[in-house]
């Protein structure tokens, strides 16, 4: 049961985060011209200098190089930084629903009753009235589920229209605890981590995009770049 939750968590993840391009856009499976023809001229020139970037970028990530990771992150010039904050915000928290979905053998509410990454970190869990502990596994469903409504909420995030200045404090809450399941991962559950890292190496993206808009201060990036790098 608890399987097949975290894949309905991982579906609710990808379809209320995309749900609105999917509207928008048309449904899937339609030609890359038809798909085109439903972006707005403007939007499309505003956002091709990030699709040139990316896809420079994306060539050389097997050679795991940090200008080019650095660069995937570097919001475009004519491109909106809360905008594009946001979209990578959204991104990340599919990503790593699917990393949930592989901790689903590992990390149960036996073997990890708490939510840690070193035994010096303990995280409470915001999904309730008042903070409490939560087994990590519960955590990691919580946040994800809550970022996913955050992101996908019409009062903080309204469609089509720009990220409202009272929104943006809520990147920097979302991505502390995001990372706090990548940090649960490397500490407690190094295997998995390493295989997930190596095929996406999505601690190493995180981190470089938390860094460039400092979205989580040094002191709370406890996963030793070494760790994550080399994976």
Not at 28 to 33: I, V
Not at 43 to 72: C, F, G, M
Not at 199 to 227: M, N, Q, Y
Request: proline share 6%; with cysteine.
């Amino acid at each position: 049961l608890r399987a097949a939750g975290l894949r309905l968590l991982q579906g609710w993840c990808v379809v209320g985060l995309r749900s609105r391009e999917m509207r928008r856009r048309g449904a899937p499976g339609g030609t890359a011209e038809e798909l085109r023809a439903q972006v707005p001229e403007d939007e499309e020139e505003s956002w091709r200098p990030e699709l040139a970037r990316h896809s420079e970028a994306h060539a050389q990530l097997e050679a795991l190089d940090p200008l080019a990771i650095s660069r995937l992150y570097e919001c475009p010039e004519g491109v909106n930084e809360a905008a594009w904050q946001y979209q990578h915000i959204r991104n990340f928290t599919v990503e790593l629903s699917a990393l949930a979905v592989s901790l689903n053998d590992v990390c149960t509410r036996f073997t990890c009753p708490q939510m840690k990454a070193t035994d010096e970190w303990m995280y409470l869990c915001a999904a309730h009235k008042q903070p409490q502990e939560c087994s990590a596994i519960d955590y990691i469903i919580h946040t994800l589920d809550g970022s996913a409504a955050l992101l996908n909420s019409n009062k903080w995030f309204p469609k089509g229209l720009p990220v409202p200045e009272t929104s943006l404090k809520y990147f920097q809450s979302i991505a502390r605890r995001l990372y706090r399941i990548l940090s649960h991962c490397f500490f407690h559950h190094r295997e998995l981590f390493d295989e997930f890292e190596e095929k996406c190496h999505l601690c190493l993206r995180f981190v470089s995009f938390a860094k460039t808009f400092d979205l989580i201060p040094p002191k709370l990036l406890i996963v030793p770049e070494d760790g994550f790098v080399s994976a």
